[in-house]
């Protein structure tokens, strides 16, 4: 059964530092994955997408991927009040097949 | 581009009775996905729809049902409903054409009394 696994929480991160989010998989067939965060009561909404190995950077989001250990990160810098959220990995074995497969999300808290 | 419409945002409704949800995608996405998400299993694939026809499914009882229109809008329907099945319902489209980024729906909450 696929599986994509992440702490829950809640990570705590003073304001201005670097938040770090992880998460592991479990299906090697996985070839693209995806973060998304999620506010209390609202949806889901993309924060960053990756494919390859290595990192992918968008503004204060670098998002990380290591197939051989079969593990994907973001790293949130210079973080805000405003990015206190659930923060949602999924990954997608290709062509939609079986739908993305969810992590239970991990809570983040930014303390002013 | 006008995102994801989902409605009804909020439904009540008693054990044993049926439900529709609707969902209109982004314009010119013809893949459209259904996922439920409870607070205990978090975020699950319901199914997939493609040009009309059902392409994927996850493992979720025939209770639930979907379908998809010629102008890409899907319904998704749930039959006989049960308290469990109280829960964020959530649309995402995509373009439906290979490893694609998916956009969410403000999602319908439904609760089950």
């Known amino acids: 059964q696929k599986e994509v696994e992440q702490n829950s929480g809640p990570l705590s991160v003073p304001e201005g530092a670097i938040a770090s989010l992880n998460c592991t998989y479990s299906?090697?067939?996985?070839?693209?994955f995806f973060w998304y965060r999620q506010y209390s009561g609202k949806s889901p909404e993309l924060i960053m997408s990756?494919?390859?190995?290595g990192d992918k950077e968008d503004g204060r989001f670098t998002a990380q991927l290591n197939k051989a250990s079969q593990y994907v990160s973001l790293l949130i810098r210079d973080s805000q009040p405003s990015d206190s959220a659930t923060y949602l990995c999924a990954a997608d074995s290709g062509g939609g097949a079986d739908g993305l497969t969810f992590g239970k999300g991990t809570h983040l808290i930014i303390q002013p | 581009k006008a995102g994801v419409t989902q409605t009804p945002r909020y439904l009540i409704k008693t054990r044993g009775q049926q439900v529709t949800l609707s969902c209109s995608p982004i314009?010119?996405?013809?893949?459209v996905s259904w996922y439920q998400q409870t607070p205990g299993q978090g975020l699950q694939f319901l199914f997939e729809y493609f040009s009309e026809t059902q392409r994927n499914k996850g493992n979720f009882p025939g209770r639930f049902s979907g379908r998809q229109f010629s102008n890409s809008r899907s319904e998704m329907n749930v039959s006989t409903l049960e308290l469990g099945d109280s829960a964020l319902y959530l649309c995402a489209s995509s373009t439906g054409t290979g490893v694609e980024t998916q956009y969410f729906g403000p999602g319908t909450r439904l609760l089950v009394l």
């Open positions: 299906d090697r067939g996985s070839q693209s």
């Open positions: 990756i494919y390859s190995n």
């Open positions: 314009s010119g996405h013809r893949s």
